[in-house]
């Protein structure tokens, strides 16, 4: 045919002749999905340099909103480079940008208002790096998996991003109190060069053969209906993941319900755990099947967040929330990705991580409007009941498919 896969001696990874699920490519892509993911989750911790420089709550609220919002809309350009270029030239740039903007940090000098619009620009090229890295990565290792164990290599392989998230701020606090920011940035940019060198031992999984034919573009992807439908559901997921992971320090705080991080324990916890007993769960039952009892568990974690006035009862609700968010992400991907062309995969990642992006944002700015407004209860309920609009969603469908 007109796209062929490149350096695969044989049959290729995912053409179904190999069942290895943790090949050294495998192995490999997980170090640098954690790394990379460490440090980025090291600068959870950048608001602090933000007020250190003289800067305010808006000016927090923007420089770090405005990562996210370039990343999400960034998205189809990047998709569309990953399925032309190829996944490991693309992942290359990300890891590359990654890098450096970590390194660019170490020249902000002075007060925040002497370096505003430099640091904002940074800002949004970071985000755009950190775009790349994780849809590249995601569609890079489905080039990998077997089909019929694409599920279960998604969930495994997506314990690397939960691991990183976890470690980065916990090595970024260390390195703060160590040696301050520039200690703090130059450790994020060792674990984002970890990442980068991880990745360079490793083959192209698929390039286009020259004179092939054009490929549907990101957007006419998005509008065929199945993709239109997981894209939906992956915006609420987004949505519920932004109210329980931007908002739940405060409520804490508010409540004097002690410290957060029982909270993020439970959580992140509960997803690594539901990733390993479930892992191969939508390779045997189908996605379709898991998806209402990960947006089942997610509405009674945020319920448990709105009604939570003990500290017991905030560990519950980061176990529900953890356990929704460890079915949901591998669940949408497989779901997203299973039986498409491989020229398309790309493109279909980019659908997937954008509308979780465009979820991340939208949620932060309305739920913060609200709790705001209404206080943290009404932030929460909101959050559960446009996420039981989704578990209805999925209901319908499946009564549809299930026939009269």
């Not at 250190?52 to 350009?77: H, K, N, Q, T, V």
């Not at 405060?250 to 409540?255: D, G, M, S, T, W």
């Not at 398309?344 to 991340?360: E, P, V, Y």
Request: hydrophobic share 50%.
């Amino acid at each position: 045919g007109p796209w062929r896969h490149a350096a695969v001696s044989g049959p290729h990874p995912s053409d179904g002749h190999n069942t290895r699920l943790y090949t050294p490519a495998f192995c490999a892509l997980f170090v640098a999905n954690l790394c990379t993911v460490a440090s980025f989750g090291a600068f959870f911790l950048f608001p602090l340099f933000i007020s250190e420089r003289g800067g305010s709550e808006s000016d927090i609220g923007l420089l770090m909103g405005c990562f996210a919002l370039a990343s999400a809309l960034c998205r189809p350009w990047i998709s569309e480079m990953i399925d032309r270029i190829g996944r490991k030239k693309s992942y290359g740039v990300g890891s590359l940008c990654m890098s450096l903007c970590v390194l660019c940090y170490l020249l902000l000098a002075g007060n925040l208002s002497d370096f505003y619009l430099p640091l904002l620009l940074l800002r949004i090229v970071h985000g755009i790096g950190l775009a790349i890295c994780f849809t590249t990565i995601f569609t890079w290792i489905a080039d990998l998996l077997p089909p019929h164990r694409l599920g279960e290599g998604i969930g495994i392989f997506g314990v690397s991003g939960l691991v990183g998230m976890a470690l980065g701020p916990a090595i970024g606090e260390g390195a703060l109190a160590r040696g301050g920011f520039p200690l703090f940035f130059l450790t994020s940019f060792a674990l984002a060069s970890v990442g980068l060198i991880a990745h360079l031992p490793l083959q192209e999984t698929f390039v286009p053969a020259p004179g092939s034919a054009p490929t549907p573009s990101f957007f006419s992807l998005l509008r065929r209906p199945r993709l239109a439908r997981i894209a939906l559901t992956t915006l609420i997921f987004g949505f519920a993941v932004a109210a329980s992971s931007n908002f739940v320090a405060a409520l804490v705080e508010r409540r004097d319900l002690g410290m957060v991080y029982p909270f993020f324990l439970a959580y992140s916890g509960a997803a690594i755990v539901i990733r390993f007993i479930g892992a191969s769960l939508a390779d045997r039952v189908g996605e379709r099947r898991l998806l209402p009892w990960g947006l089942g568990l997610t509405v009674c974690g945020l319920l448990s967040l709105a009604l939570v006035e003990k500290e017991a009862m905030l560990l519950v609700a980061g176990l529900l929330a953890g356990s929704g968010h460890g079915i949901l992400f591998p669940t949408l991907n497989s779901l997203a990705i299973r039986g498409e062309e491989l020229q398309n995969r790309g493109k279909i990642t980019g659908i997937f991580t954008g509308s979780i992006d465009a979820g991340l944002f939208a949620g932060s700015l309305l739920l913060g409007w609200v709790g705001d407004w209404a206080g943290y209860a009404v932030l929460f309920y909101l959050a559960a009941a446009l996420t039981c609009g989704g578990l209805l969603l999925e209901h319908l469908r499946n009564r549809r498919a299930a026939g009269p």
